[in-house]
């Protein structure tokens, strides 16, 4: 820009007189009076893991590219706010404190608070940005820019995290959060919904076992099947051994399951989920008992995730950055208000729960607190009530069955989301002298960590409990138990007992380490016992340590064969020391490669009572051919003066399991060779075989093609896509057979899961189906079939012009914003248009669309377009759609009227 262009500039936005423009002109540094003009301009492809890839428009000065500031900054997140006369910038980066600015019109830059002149050399004042030398970027910002001129690319290293980065994360795990949080995915249809089958095949596991040893040979056989069966889940297990000639067989839990609708929302409290018939097991505290009967509850089938929300506040320094973490990422962060408060609202969900907060204050200080939460799924939400009802005959072996109808009813009840009751009832003379027994409990949470239980069994006997977990994972668990002498549940005729465990981590040279003591008492009519251990593990180098002391002290007096078992009256002691050291082999490439990764342990005992070593043992482990494990070991009994031998191989086929196994003493030997696996039916009726159990569990057939008639269904003669080109939002097996077809394995039946098709994976860049997520329930103990039509992506072309003088004229550079159904575009892949204006984009997903151009590159040039929006939709059609004339009109916004 000349001195003319520059004057009719001032001219055409101020509506000043000529007078006062040639007096303001007077003030402006003479080089941005004379600016330059670049020898050059280029479209660069900018990469950055957290943006993927987009473009920079770069303008050139010899071999060195300025980069448009506003944008770059814009990308990164890094915030900013325009320089009092509109056409710099100024912000604060990294710190609070590091105040930064870049004043084309003043001639100035501020650079962690301190000004510089900066030279007309160092920037271009373009139309649409500010153009900045790489060097300036470096300074302030610790971006370090690095160009191809050959493959016109650039690439970022940056001296520290930028808050682009951060924001992804962000972004990555709130979603995932509000999903574990509603339990389903919002964005994601149901698109296959629970399809009841009469009868469809399923699964069956199965175990071949083969014994030899020098009496003998037997031979054992486990089946587990699984199917779908008037609408509900069937399976059972039959076991077979075949020794000396005489054959041994039963079946064991069969029994057949209904789920209703209702077991399937974890987060409702429904009146019934399921329904079972057959061999089922009482839901009792501590007392289940086999029955042949029926069972009623309304247990959701898929488990609870979501207790409760946790609020955690506090106070910090004013306008600190705090953050919330748990299982130490990020899912939340605020700023702190002007009196320092902050507030955040955590989900608890069941099991062990992680809370950590991390401040950041002005001053560069940084604040972290811990607290951790263990949640039993004992507990219930506030409000809910759940059942269990159980009656059948009685079980007592392999073939006896009792003829008097025994039952068991339970309930409990969330007061609170830290207060569960319990409530039951057994009856039948199975459980005791008396024909009816109640039981009681309740599960409490106090101060957010620290867990009570207490269960209460009338008769038979009364027991509490409490447990706590820190944060630094020191961990406190007690138990105290009063029993009811003659009670069934009293085998060792204790009056009562109670136990301790404490777990204290700690550190040496950096490496987590811990220490554990345990005792426990128990009373008796004629004395008492106690028992008492304590245990440390270490860590130095590679070598992990640990020693172990346990000790029994009897003070128990008439000691009988037929009341404790002990035989021997007094009071005396046993007491052992343990040793072991375990050492890995590091997977180095300077490493052997048949010593790589291999495990080493020895251990040694000594009986510290007789004061004489007990036994030693080593033992070797090497993986070998990639799926394969090698053991070899070896223990002696150094009291008995007796050795073993142990060695074995386990190897993992794709559709087999083998161990072998061969031990062997002086007089005896045993030789074991076992074979498992599973096969599940597919929906073609193809076997698969696979080396992992499969009942109870669930799998997907999944089938791309190319629909050619646009009919949403594969039809005879249409092509099959073979791409592993799917993701799910839990783990699973993958397998790509040579059919074409996906087949997904180890789902949890009655799972609600979201798919995702990996438009990257696919063999042709320019297929995409027309839903790219959908969810899913998994079928109980069978495949189900989805099938993925895929089309021709489609195509977008159009201009951006400028009305100048009543014509159009096309502008090079500008940026347009290209959105799906509200979100942007996964590749936030930025549209540039060329030299001419024009702009295409293709590899388009079916669906909704919304294109504009960037409002901030609008701002700067004081522009408007018409239209603002445009909307289209590219439809799913085997050949792709094509949509052309998408083009944009610039016109100037309006000077405001002077004064």
Known sequence: M?????????????????????????????????????????????????????????????????????????????????????KGLKGTFPGKNDQWGIDPLLGTAVIKGKTEVLSAENFYLGEMDLYLHPDYFSRIFGLNFSTNIYALSISLVAEGALPVDDKQKREALRKRLQQRQSGQASDAPLLYDRERKLIAPGMLDYNLNTTQTESGRSLGLLLNGGMEFLGGDLQGVFAGNLQNGNLFANTSGVRWRYVLPGGMRPDDNVAITSISVGQINTSGFNNSTRLLGVGVTNNPVIPR????????????????????????????????????????????????????????????????????????????????????????????????????????????????????????????????????????????????????????????????????????????????????????FNFLGQVRDANLNLFYPFKVFGKFSGFRIAGERLWFENGVRTNYQADINTQIGRVVTRVNYRERINGINDITEGGTGLGQPGAFSLALLTGSMTYTVRRSPSVPVF????????????????????????????????????????????????????????????????????????????????????????????????NRDQVTRSGVSVRMFIDKNENGAFDEGEEVVPAKAVRLDRSANMLLGSDGILR????????????????????????????????????????????????????????????????????????????????????????????????????????????RIDPKQLEFMQSDSEPGVLEFEILALADGDYKENLNFVLRKIPAAPED
């Not at 208000?337 to 069941?350: L, Q, S």
């Open 744 to 851: 997904i394995t180890q789902l949890q039946s009655y799972w609600k899961y979201e798919m995702e098709v990996d438009i990257n994976a696919l063999p042709n860049p320019n297929l995409a189906p027309k839903i790219k997520k959908f969810s899913f329930i998994a079928e109980p103990n069978r495949f189900r079939s989805i099938d993925i039509p895929l089309y021709q992506t489609g195509i977008i072309e159009g201009f951006v012009y400028s009305e100048q003088n009543g014509s159009l004229q096309g502008l090079g550079g500008f940026r347009l914003i290209l959105e799906k159904d509200g979100e942007e575009v996964e590749s936030k892949e930025v549209l540039r248009t060329f030299s001419d204006g024009g702009f295409y984009a293709y590899g388009l997903l079916p669906g909704k669309y919304t294109l």
């Open 2 to 86: 000349n001195f003319i262009g520059f004057f009719r500039f001032l001219r055409k936005l101020r509506k000043l007189p000529v007078a006062l423009c040639i007096l303001a002109l007077s003030f402006f540094p003479k080089d941005l009076l004379a600016q330059q003009e670049p020898d050059g301009e280029a479209l660069l492809t900018f990469t950055y893991p957290a943006l993927g890839q987009v473009y920079l428009n770069a303008v050139f000065f010899g071999d060195i590219p300025f980069l448009p500031m506003g944008e770059v900054l814009s990308l990164l997140y890094i915030p900013s706010e325009r320089t009092e006369n509109g």
């Open 305 to 488: 995730l979501k207790l409760d929300v946790f609020v955690i506040d506090g106070y910090t320094a004013p306008d600190s950055e705090v953050e919330l973490l748990i299982g130490g990422q990020l899912v939340d962060f605020l700023r702190a208000d002007e009196v320092g408060y902050y507030r955040f609202n955590a989900p608890i969900t069941f099991g062990t729960i992680r809370l950590g907060i991390r401040i950041y204050t002005p001053q560069g200080e940084v604040i972290t607190e811990d607290r951790q939460l263990q949640i039993p799924f004992t507990f219930l939400p506030k409000g809910f009530v759940t059942y269990n009802i159980q009656a059948g005959l009685p079980q007592f072996g392999l073939d006896s069955l009792g003829t008097e109808t025994i039952g068991h009813a339970d309930i409990a009840y969330g007061i609170t989301n830290a207060l569960t009751v319990r409530a039951g009832v057994d009856q039948g003379s199975l459980f005791g002298v008396n024909n009816t027994y109640g039981v009681f409990g309740l599960s409490a949470r106090l101060l957010q960590q620290y867990l009570v239980n207490v269960d209460i069994l009338p008769n038979r006997y009364y027991q509490a409990s409490g447990s706590v977990f820190y944060a630094n994972n020191t961990s406190i668990n007690a138990q105290y138990t009063e029993h009811v002498p003659g009670s069934e």
């Open 595 to 690: 010593v790589r990764g291999m495990f080493l342990r020895g251990q040694f005992r000594y009986d510290t009572d007789i004061r004489q070593p007990q036994s030693y043992s080593v033992l070797l482990s090497q993986t070998l051919l990639k799926t394969g494990r090698f053991t070899l070991g070896y223990e002696q009994d150094m009291v008995r003066k007796a050795g073993q031998l142990q060695v074995g191989f386990l190897y993992d086929f794709t559709a087999i399991r083998s161990s072998t196994q061969f031990s062997a003493r002086k007089d005896s030997y045993v030789a074991q060779q076992t074979f498992s696996g599973s096969i599940g039916i597919d929906p073609s009726g193809l076997m698969l075989p696979t």
